[in-house]
């Protein structure tokens, strides 16, 4: 496994912590209250947490299924950016280990194409 790979694993593990609890404390909370009126009250948060874990996916998913690493380098500080417009200065964490995955796989040689 190459460096940049494993600091992307490390982001996404600690990415998808907290919204998958939180999304599972919600669904909870909300089949315990008749009314869905959490829904109404932390309907932004939830989106939140689905747009975090799609980022944290999509970042898993460049950096283990895409050969190019410059491609891959500039999805993951691109996923790195996202994050941080998504949620603003709790994302700062998830945008450094993203930013430097990035800056890591940039900086990694492709292997030479087998001739044929």
Same mark, same amino acid.
């Given at each position: 496994?190459?460096?940049? *790979? /494993?600091?992307? =694993? ?38 939140? %947490?689905? =747009?975090?874990? %799609?980022?944290?996916?999509? +970042? ?6 895409? /050969?190019?690493? /410059?491609?891959?380098?500039? %999805?993951?500080? +691109?996923?790195? !950016? !996202? =994050?941080?417009?998504?949620? *603003? ?7 450094? =280990?993203?930013?430097?995955? +990035?800056?890591? %796989?940039? /900086? ?9």
């Amino acid at each position: 496994m190459k460096t940049y *790979q /494993k600091f992307t =694993l490390i982001t996404v593990i600690l990415g998808l912590i907290i919204p998958i609890l939180g999304l599972f404390f919600f669904f909870f909370v909300n089949s315990l209250i008749p009314i869905p009126v959490l829904g109404l009250v932390l309907g932004g948060a939830l989106l939140s %947490a689905i =747009l975090i874990i %799609a980022i944290n996916i999509a +970042g898993f998913v460049v950096a283990f299924k895409i /050969k190019n690493t /410059k491609i891959v380098g500039i %999805a993951l500080i +691109g996923c790195g !950016a !996202a =994050l941080f417009l998504a949620i *603003q200065f709790l994302a700062i964490p998830g945008l450094i =280990l993203f930013v430097i995955a +990035g800056i890591l %796989a940039l /900086k990694e040689k492709n292997p030479p194409l087998p001739k044929i």
